[in-house]
Every structure is written in C-alpha cells, then in structure tokens.
C-alpha cells in the first residue's frame, strides 16, 4: 500500500507538467505559508532565474527576489515606470498581489513579448498561479489597431480629395465615393452606394460607363478617357477620367478618378461630343520633386543673356536656340516658350541653315539668336546677319554663382518671376557644414520642443499622437544618426531616444549629443525609451549621459508627466 501511494503521489505532478507542456503553460503552486509545492518546467522559458529554485519548499519571497534580479518588473503602473524601484519595495507589492482571490494582468516583458499572469487563491489558502505567453496575440491587437488607424486615414484623405473619386466592386456596384464626387449629381452617399451606374445615369451614358469598366475589369489594363459632365445646378465639369483596377482575383475593384480640367479648357462640344481642347493660353512649364541647383542656375544665366538682349520683354519674340539638344531642349526652350516666346531649336549647322532658309521665304523675321559657343559652326552663325547672342556655356563665371544663389519669387499668378537679391547668412538657415562646434551659438534656442528618436512606424506614430495631442512640436529621427544631425540642427528641449535604432543605437547617439554639448555649453534633457527596464540597460543609459527612462509601450500621463518635469518645469512654458 505505502509503495503504490508513493507512485500515486509522484504520477501526479507529473501529468500536471505533461499538462502545462501541451497548453504552453508555466505554473506555480504554493501552500498556506507561501512555500513553493510544485513548478512546471515551462517557467523557465518565462522568467530568467536559477532552475535550483524550482523545487518544493523555496519562499515565495526567494522567487520574487530572484526575478527581481533578473531585471524583470512586471506590475508596476505607468506612471512608476520612469523611476527606480525599490527591491523590497517591489517583492511587498507582488506578495500582496498573490494573497488577492483572484488577479490578473498582461506584461511586456521584452520588445515583442507579452506574458499573461493569473492566480487564483483556493479555500484551503493553497495558490495556483499561470504563465501564457500571448504574445501573438498582442501583435494581432496592435496589427489591428494600426490597419484600423491606416484605414481611418486613408479614408479621410480620399474623403477630402479635390478630385472625384469612386470605387466599384466586381459587380459595378459602387462601394465608394468620395465627397468631390457626391457634389457632381447632388447627391448623398446613401443614395449612390449600392447601386449601378443604371440607378444614376441615361441609357446611353450607362451603357458607355459599363463598357468601359468591363474592359478594365476584365483586361486590368488602365484606361483614359475625356469626358463633359453636367453637373446638378447645370454648370459643365470637363474631366480626364482615368479608370484603374484593384485587388485580388475574384475580389477585383474598379477604381475611377476624375481630373477636373474645367478651367484649362476651351469648351469644343456638347453633351453629345464631349472632346474638348487646351486654351490657346494655357502653358505647362516643367517641374520635378527635386530640384537640381546647378541646372536651375544655368536657366537663369540664360534668360539674363534674353531679358538683356530683349528688354526683359520677351513675350511675342521669336527666339531660335543654337545648342547642342540636351542643353537647348533641357534648360532653355521650355522656359523660353513658359514667359510668351516662339521658340525652338536647331541642333546642328544644316539645321541652322535650313531654318533661316524657310523663315525668310515665309517672312517670319527671327527677333534673336541664341548661340551656345562650344556649338560646332559658331563662327558662321555668329555673322549670318542675324541678332545673335552668345552663351559662354562651356565657362562658369561670375554671373553664373551669382544665380546660383538668387531666388526667384512670383508676386502672383500669371505675373512674371523676378529675381531678387538674398542675404548670404538667409542661404544657410536650414543647414550647415562644420568641423569644429566654434561657430554654433551656445545660446541658440530650439525651434521645437520635442525630439522623438524612434524607428518603429507603429510607435512614431503614437509618439506623434499623443504629442499633437498636448500641443507640443515635435520631430521624428528614424535612426541614432539621424537623431544627432535633427538635435544639432533644431536644439530641441527635450529629447525622447529609443535605444535601439538602426545605424546607431540611442546609447552612442546621446553619448554623441553629449561630448558635443560640452563644446557648446548646452545641455538637452535625454530620456530612455525602451522595451523593457533592465538593470543593466539602464546603467548604461545614465553612462551615456541620459537623464531618465520610461518603458514601451507610452502612454499619453506617461509623456505628459516627462514633459513637464524636464520641459515645463525647466522653461515655465505651458503647451497651448
């Protein structure tokens, strides 16, 4: 009977591993007196500690104290995460918390690690408490959240589009509309979705507006065609609708985007032709997302070499261009022809000669000449009889550094630019070269209150949330170097600096900002962010020269209460 108790009493613990090992499951159970009865293998892929604590009869107050340790400090509230705690402090709050009947709680304990803690205290005094790693599923949450917050926004954006905008699903019901589109018919949204261009529109129109979005429905090819739209109050809406298709097979959407052209229109139809023609006044002058600085210098030094020739009036003139074609083409002819020239070019010494041929028999007078002297032929061109003006191309000179950093302003729309004079520090004043700190001012005031160096786009965005939300202006740096060019640049008063970034950790970053400070004799406020608050990481944040820490995730009291210990506190400003 005693050998087949003993066997009984061992088979126990054991099915209640093999339990925990098939839920994924850590668990611990204590007696009466807070001794440990039994503790699953699974707790060690939870918490860091010594395995040799694992066995019956180990305090509870020698766990704590082990896991405290270890660096972990689960269950401490948002506003006490910034701070130190206190060992014995800690341990007498998570006791209290395992003698409640019942208690639960989520913890991050690492940077993509969420653990759910319960206990539940029994009638006999006896504790059980549980580890779940939930981590997949707090991603999902925050997945969730932010496929939400980019649903939301991508939303408004289209709601607040200037041009209409629908979407229709496979069956050409509209699914969408945009608000620019709901004012063409007068219509509110309830009265459009749902239905087919049939509900809305003429016979003939439907017909039309469903042929083509079957064919790109069908074929996936975008599509463009103009289009005379009568709007509600009778007005016409001349627009280039370009058709698109979205999505995935058997989920396909036809997306419908209207360009509204009414007012560089010349009206050539009617509602039965709707084809319509550009103004005879309308001119498209060239643009591109980034600008290149030297090319724009040579426009001007160009068109100096015209408005001196011309009187600074070139409207009407008949201007031919002797270039090489990049150069011509590139840099003069559009310009030439944006301020109310003719003009055009010819590339090569024939070209020259057969031009001024056929505009002498048609008695088209050319006004001026415009001769690139590194053209091939020059000499003859330059005494054909003809105003020529010569264009050193091949040398930069004086003039050419001196556009080089004018800055041409438009008073108003249509008027012609000018160029006026800039004062040479204005050139400087959104950057700088250095290499030494002996010409930046100690004394220099930020231009913003706050700078957040974070890489994950999850958290800038939350940190930019919760900061607009407070009325305090602020910048992101996606990475350490990053956060040291934007802390030199805008001297902000407080910066948030995540320790780990691509490039350069927040460690060296604030190791960096302070060697740098000691040249410049100020001091910015750098407080820690990080995934979780280890001893050892926080001694090296306070080494690096930072002045506090908080913990992921933040939370708005969280912010608000280091901003007005280090920003509020220091300036006696409050954010509007």
């Not at 807070?34 to 020698?62: E, K, M, N, W």
């Not at 930069?396 to 041409?408: C, K, N, P, R, V």
Request: charged residues 25%.
């Amino acid at each position: 009977m005693n050998d087949g108790a003993s066997v009984d009493t061992k088979i126990q613990p054991d099915i209640f591993d093999a339990a925990c090992d098939l839920l994924g499951l850590g668990a611990f159970v204590y007696d009466r007196n807070d001794c440990l009865v039994f503790a699953s293998r699974q707790v060690l892929r939870f918490l860091p500690i010594d395995a040799g604590l694992l066995v019956p009869g180990t305090r509870l107050r020698d766990i704590l104290g082990a896991i405290y340790d270890a660096g972990l400090r689960y269950g401490i509230s948002s506003e006490r995460r910034h701070r130190k705690v206190n060992r014995e402090e800690w341990i007498s709050e998570r006791i209290s918390a395992h003698w409640r009947e019942h208690h639960e709680m989520v913890e991050r304990l690492g940077k993509d690690r969420w653990i759910q803690f319960r206990k539940r205290r029994l009638p006999n005094g006896w504790n059980i408490s549980t580890l779940w790693d939930v981590s997949d599923q707090k991603r999902q949450e925050e997945q969730w959240r932010a496929d939400t917050n980019r649903i939301a926004l991508t939303e408004e954006v289209l709601e607040a589009l200037p041009s209409p905008l629908i979407i229709k699903d496979a069956n050409l019901v509209y699914v969408a509309v945009n608000k620019a589109y709901r004012a063409v018919p007068s219509l509110e949204a309830d009265a459009i979705l749902g239905k087919t261009i049939w509900d809305l529109a003429d016979a003939q129109t439907a017909a039309r507006v469903e042929q083509l979005d079957l064919q790109v429905l069908k074929t996936g090819i975008p599509t463009r065609v103009e289009e005379r739209i009568v709007r509600a109050d009778g007005r016409p809406l001349y627009v280039s609708t370009h058709k698109y298709r979205i999505g995935m097979p058997e989920k396909y959407f036809v997306v419908t985007v209207m360009d509204d052209l009414t007012d560089l229109v010349e009206p050539a139809g009617s509602a039965t032709s709707p084809r319509f023609d550009l103004r005879a006044d309308t001119h498209f002058i060239p643009a591109q997302n980034c600008v290149d600085p030297v090319v724009e210098a040579e426009k001007r030094v160009f068109l100096r070499h015209c408005d001196a020739e011309g009187g600074g009036d070139l409207a009407g003139k008949r201007i031919l261009v002797v270039a090489c074609k990049s150069r011509a083409e590139g840099l003069m002819v559009a310009d030439l022809q944006a301020r109310g020239a003719d003009s055009c070019a010819v590339h090569s010494l024939g070209e020259f000669r057969a031009f001024v041929e056929t505009a002498a028999a048609c008695n088209v007078p050319i006004d001026l000449v415009l001769l690139d002297d590194a053209f091939d032929g020059h000499e003859e061109i330059a005494t054909c009889g003809l105003p020529v003006q010569r264009l050193a191309t091949d040398s930069i000179s004086a003039d050419f550094f001196a556009a080089l950093f004018e800055q041409q302003v438009v008073a108003s729309e249509g008027s012609e630019p000018h160029v006026r004079d800039v004062p040479p520090s204005a050139l400087f004043d959104d950057w700088h070269i250095a290499t030494d700190f002996d010409g930046l001012s100690p004394s220099a005031q930020g231009d913003i209150e706050v700078l957040v160096a974070e890489d994950n786009q999850i958290n800038q965005f939350v940190f930019s949330q919760i900061l607009e939300g407070m009325g305090v202006s602020h910048r992101i740096a996606e990475n350490g170097e990053e956060a040291v060019a934007l802390w030199r640049k805008h001297m902000p008063r407080l910066i948030l600096m995540d320790i780990s970034m691509p490039l350069k950790c927040g460690i060296d970053a604030a190791a960096e900002i302070r060697e740098a400070e000691k040249a410049l004799g100020t001091y910015t406020p750098i407080v820690a962010v990080t995934a979780q608050a280890l001893n050892a990481d926080m001694q090296k944040c306070l080494d690096a020269g930072m002045d506090d820490y908080i913990t992921k995730p933040v939370s708005p009291d969280m912010i608000e209460e280091i901003y007005r210990k280090f920003v509020t506190g220091r300036t006696g400003s409050v954010a509007a």
